[in-house]
């Protein structure tokens, strides 16, 4: 069974960092791409970051570049995002998310909330 447990998330100021991790087990995730992505209240979830596993291709959307960092750990199954310069815009659920062609497994999600 395929599992996604991402951790990490909190209330932070305007301006500080936080690191989200997503461990992934259940399955060979050579082949996949993981991805971020958020959904804020009200809002649709949307496209943060993702990284190929096998080439460690990245690729943000335009609100984070620059400022969010996605990367993996082999040996450990696990996905990471740092994030810096936080705005109070980027208050929202965390998913961690996993697939080949489309993202087929999900994570429960982690609350990041930025005060200003």
């Known amino acids: 069974q395929v599992q996604l447990v991402e951790s990490g998330g909190g209330l932070v100021q305007a301006g500080g960092s936080l690191r989200l991790s997503c461990a992934a087990s259940?399955?060979?995730?050579?082949?996949?791409?993981m991805g971020w992505f958020r959904q804020a209240p009200g809002k649709e979830r949307e496209f943060v970051a993702s990284?190929?596993?096998?080439?460690?291709?990245?690729r943000y959307a335009d609100s984070v570049k620059g400022r969010f960092s996605i990367s993996r750990d082999n040996a450990k199954d696990t996905v990471y995002l740092q994030m810096n310069i936080l705005k109070p815009e980027d208050t929202a659920v965390y998913y961690c998310?996993?697939?080949?062609?489309?993202?087929?497994?999900w994570g429960q999600g982690t609350q990041v909330t930025v005060s200003s």
């Open positions: 990284i190929n596993w096998s080439d460690g291709g990245t």
């Open positions: 259940g399955r060979t995730f050579s082949n996949y791409r």
């Open positions: 998310a996993a697939g080949g062609s489309s993202y087929r497994y």
